[in-house]
């Protein structure tokens, strides 16, 4: 059996924000969520790059990195990711460059080939520039080039960036990304917090394909968990009513700040409603303590992941951190 005692906790914020809140309430949020992630002994906290979005915050990735890695001491920080067709290489090396020569061995950076955002704001982000599937591959090998120690006649140098060799990360939800991780021996994320569809098949692909490298050794597998905690079901259900709200919302084109939970949210619905919603959350573990417990073995067997990155939205900030609490306590 997949000990829980094996496998690392992290967190991955979208920074939220509530309703009735503002977007500094929620990057203050953010970083006591993660001083409270650092104390209860999680690895990292990875923020990620959504768009032109009324309730998510973490637009300026780097910048919010920034930010909360320079607000707590030991826990690893970093982006879940950067949508690289976003940005030129060279601009995430210097960002990310700068960030590991401020604070040496805890940045990370995760990188995602989906633009994170609506086609108009696409445009807005990259101008012209028409995205084809044979540049996230190259884009990430400038990336890996540029990190690395510059070499002598080196042209193109990213300072800061050369020499620092953030790690990086390939995440993805399909099958694109664990093929490449594997080609290119690279740790891998799966988003199983929104799209667990070809969870198994992925983690199958990137296993089977891997090939070792100087950055890995061996296969290192990330799987998002949706998390609600509380001391009861009946509660844990009742704060998940937020997160059903919002992936409603998300799947219906209407997305908003964060709700507050709704009591008995799920059966006031259509069943295709629940339905899609079940499926979107399929990973997801919701309950009391001895919940979660069994929900992560359950993960861990059917995964054998190396960590769980959790995503735990709930509406009042303190419930959220005691969630967090409850999580910690399940790997014990």
Request: aromatic fraction near 6%; include cysteine; charge should be neutral.
């Amino acid at each position: 059996m997949h000990s829980l005692k094996n496998i690392a906790l992290s967190l991955l914020d979208l920074v939220a924000v509530r309703e009735n809140g503002t977007v500094a309430e929620a990057l203050q949020i953010a970083l006591r969520t993660a001083q409270h992630a650092e104390a209860l002994g999680f690895k990292r906290y990875w923020l990620a790059e959504h768009h032109n979005l009324a309730g998510v915050a973490s637009s300026a990735t780097a910048v919010l990195v920034g930010y909360v890695v320079g607000g707590t001491q030991r826990i690893r920080v970093g982006s879940g990711g950067v949508m690289l067709p976003n940005h030129a290489p060279l601009v995430v090396a210097e960002a990310f460059g700068t960030l590991a020569e401020l604070y040496p061995g805890r940045i990370d950076l995760g990188l995602g080939r989906a633009p994170g955002t609506d086609p108009l704001t696409m445009r807005a982000l990259r101008r012209d520039r028409i995205e084809r599937e044979e540049d996230f591959p190259r884009d990430v090998a400038e990336l890996q080039h540029l990190l690395a120690p510059a070499e002598p006649g080196q042209r193109l140098v990213a300072m800061p960036g050369a020499g620092t060799q953030v790690p990086i990360w390939l995440l993805g939800s399909s099958l694109f990304s664990a093929r490449l991780a594997a080609q290119r021996g690279l740790p891998y994320a799966f988003a199983s917090h929104f799209a667990p569809r070809l969870l198994h098949q992925a983690l199958e692909l990137y296993r089977q394909e891997f090939r070792p490298s100087p950055a890995l050794a061996r296969p290192y597998v990330i799987i998002g968990v949706p998390l609600i905690a509380a001391p009861t079901d009946e509660e844990a259900q009742f704060l998940a009513s937020s997160t059903y709200q919002r992936v409603l919302g998300i799947l219906t084109g209407q997305r908003g700040r964060l709700p507050p939970p709704v009591a008995h949210y799920l059966e006031q619905l259509h069943p295709q409603e629940r339905a899609a919603i079940q499926d979107f959350l399929a990973a997801a573990v919701i309950g009391s303590p001895e919940t979660v417990r069994q929900g992560f073995a359950a993960l861990a067997e059917s995964t054998q992941a190396d960590e769980f990155m959790l995503v735990c939205d709930v509406f009042d900030a303190p419930l959220r951190l005691r969630a967090l609490d409850i999580a910690a306590q399940a790997m014990t």
